[in-house]
């Protein structure tokens, strides 16, 4: 027995002679540890490897929807049918007519304003089943695109009611069409700022940015709805519709739907201006 270690003779056939050092024996008698922690330790215990394996192959809890968030999807959803119900009467009562007498302007004017800047406001919306799924950029982005869409297509409905009559904007339809025609283009320049605030935040303070974008847009589809609401009191809708020149009540009945559809898709650009607090 030296120091150091200890000498083993094996009775073997050559009598090998290994060296066992005092380390690895005391390794050997030492008690085994676990994967994780150690049993013999003072220390308070630790969650062990295996649990942690196991949580992280447990499913994530989904979120649950509070009240506000179920009204909101209610809310869409009827917002959409009543979109759909003057959007799908509108078509119908235009286009069943013969093809030299089908008024484009209401078709396109109601496809534009009332279906696509509906749909392009309400991309924010959390209540909104198709943009759930996406990021804030990507519904800036979304909503950017239906407006532009929705602009363009009025646009041309408006021209095309320029082109074919001689005497214009005499009604509270027609002043009001090109008050809205008019400050669209600012509110697509605006829109178009406020999709890139953070580029331009060295010379324009983003706040202020989307304020005023929000703003623009919010007077933009007042008018355009405005537009939409004394459209049910021309000549066109009371020669061409079914039912408005025999039926008052019908027509009060799009007037109302028109109203209640303004109502449940401007509600969040508002919210937005009350929240930003100026």
Sequence with gaps: MTRRGKFVVNKTRDARINFISDAYTTQQSAPQRHDCQNINSP??????????????????????????????????LINRMLIGFITIYLCWMSLRLDRADIPWHAVLCTLGFLVLMSEGLMAYYRGNVWTQVCQRPEKARLHWLLQLSGSIIGIIGIMIKICLEEVHFHTRHGIIGLATMIILFISLLSGLSSLYATELKSRLQPRFNKTSHNIIGLITFTLSMASMYYSFETQLFNDFSLDASTYLDFRLLLEITTIIIFVLTAYGPVWCLLYSRI
Excluded: D, G, N
Aim: charged share 10%.
């Design 43 to 76: 220390a308070p215990p630790q969650i062990s490897c295996s649990t942690r394996r196991l949580a992280q192959h447990q499913p994530t809890p989904q979120p649950i929807l509070t009240f506000a968030q179920k009204l909101e999807f209610v809310l869409t």
